[in-house]
């Protein structure tokens, strides 16, 4: 199969979601995003993509950063809704009952509820098509000591929430992972 009529396009999903935090002009959002990734280990940046009618994006241009946060499977009302209203017309934080938590490097808040949790300083903005990519600089990273071993995720102890694409949601299965050694 060949699609060179190209309206939308799922082949990449399920991926984590995460919710973008910010804080511009007294006032805190979080948005939901399926587009994100890491893009440096040295020095440590992460991105996401943010459409601009979105309120989280005139916000995060404002405040010059983000918090990027990873909530387990069984907050996934909050990360769905969060992705559904707009903190223009909603204050997300008393409607999902969210627990927002001052950054400890910059201004903007991380999720309580998260059990990772990048604070990232934009270092660009690219726009790209219909988005903006946001590069941030991690400057501090928070996580929940139990949701991890070695380093990585103990999916035993936190599922991450995974999106499927319209809005369908899935989680890991810790009895389904491998290590492969290297040849």
């Known amino acids: 199969m060949i699609i060179t009529k190209i309206e939308g396009y799922y082949q990449y999903y399920p991926v984590v979601a995460a919710v973008i935090g910010v804080e511009a002009d007294g006032k805190k959002n979080f948005m939901t995003a399926a587009w994100h990734s890491p893009v440096s280990f040295d020095p440590p940046m992460y991105g996401v993509s943010i459409a601009p009618q979105r309120y989280t994006h005139n916000m995060i241009q404002k405040a010059g950063d983000f918090t990027v946060n990873f909530l387990p499977y069984s907050e996934l009302e909050k990360i769905h809704g969060c992705g559904r209203l707009s903190g223009a017309d909603t204050d ?3 409607y999902f009952g969210l627990h927002p938590v001052s ?20 270092y660009s903005a690219t726009p790209g098509g219909d988005h903006t990519w946001f590069m941030g600089e991690i400057k501090a990273i928070h996580g929940n000591d139990d949701a991890f071993v070695n380093k990585i995720l103990n999916l035993e102890k936190c599922q991450p929430a995974l999106y499927a694409g319209d809005s369908h949601y899935t989680t890991a299965d810790s009895k389904i992972i491998s290590r492969l050694q290297p040849k």
Not at 103 to 122: D, K, M, R, T
């Open 103 to 122: 950054g400890h490097i910059i201004n903007s808040p991380y999720l309580e509820e998260a059990y990772a949790a990048f604070e990232c300083a934009v």
């Open 92 to 94: 997300k934080i008393a």
